[in-house]
């Protein structure tokens, strides 16, 4: 596609409960992150794909947190029994490779997430 | 650790008045400066990369600047479509080159 997809861009959820997010990546693009963004706060890392090895996953609060990429395209980070203090805007963005020389990354919209 | 402070928190401006942010930054190897912009309910928008101390990157209306510890990004002449958060960040070379954002400038200008 021509950017960053994310699905969905809202989504409220109970306290206790798993959610999935999605990020459909611009094609060809070899790197995706996951980012979050608390209110108030900049942006935290959170884990790190780069074709076909091992993830760095060395963002991830807490062990409720997990994300897979299939076949190097699309992203899936799931949050299982969620807190309110997961409450955030989660952002993927993917790059070519390497930021070195490059333009950055290109951001998705993100997801709201909201635990009640 | 790496950290990025930016200033101010936020900044009004009348339209035409121009102005600088202010992001300073605390890396043991910097490998890129990167500045970003974002509207409210999107994902940050690519500005610009500077890599070295010195070095200067011009968009329309703005211009980013680099030292040993410390950006600048000017804002000439600024219109109201230039409201946004401004936000700062760098790669340091951590080796997945994740990025340390600091919390953003929120610019508004008023016409």
């Known amino acids: 596609g021509a950017g960053v997809s994310q699905s969905p861009s809202n989504k409220v959820t109970e306290k206790g409960k798993d959610v999935e997010l999605r990020c459909d990546p611009i094609s060809g693009h070899t790197a995706l992150y996951w980012y979050r963004q608390s209110l108030g706060q900049g942006l935290e890392f959170l884990i790190y794909f780069q074709g076909n090895s091992a993830p760095d996953k060395s963002g991830l609060p807490s062990d409720r947190f997990s994300a897979e990429r299939t076949g190097g395209s699309v992203s899936t980070l799931t949050i299982q029994r969620t807190q309110q203090e997961d409450s955030a805007v989660y952002l993927c963005?993917?790059?070519?490779?390497?930021?070195?020389?490059?333009?950055?990354?290109?951001f998705g919209s993100g997801t709201r997430l909201t635990v009640v | 650790e790496d950290q990025v402070t930016q200033s101010p928190e936020a900044l009004r401006l009348q339209e035409g008045e121009s102005s600088s942010l202010n992001c300073s930054y605390t890396?043991?190897?910097?490998?890129?400066l990167f500045w970003y912009r974002q509207d409210p309910g999107k994902g940050p928008e690519f500005l610009f990369t500077l890599y070295s101390a010195g070095e200067e990157k011009e968009k329309e209306r703005l211009k980013a600047t680099l030292t040993k510890k410390e950006s600048f990004l000017h804002i000439t002449a600024p219109k109201p479509e230039d409201s946004a958060t401004y936000l700062c960040?760098?790669?340091?070379?951590?080796?997945?080159?994740?990025?340390?954002f600091g919390k953003g400038t929120k610019l508004s200008v008023i016409p």
């Open positions: 960040a760098v790669d340091s070379g951590a080796g997945s080159y994740q990025l340390t």
């Open positions: 963005a993917s790059s070519e490779g390497p930021l070195v020389g490059s333009g950055g990354y290109t």
């Open positions: 890396v043991s190897g910097l490998r890129g």
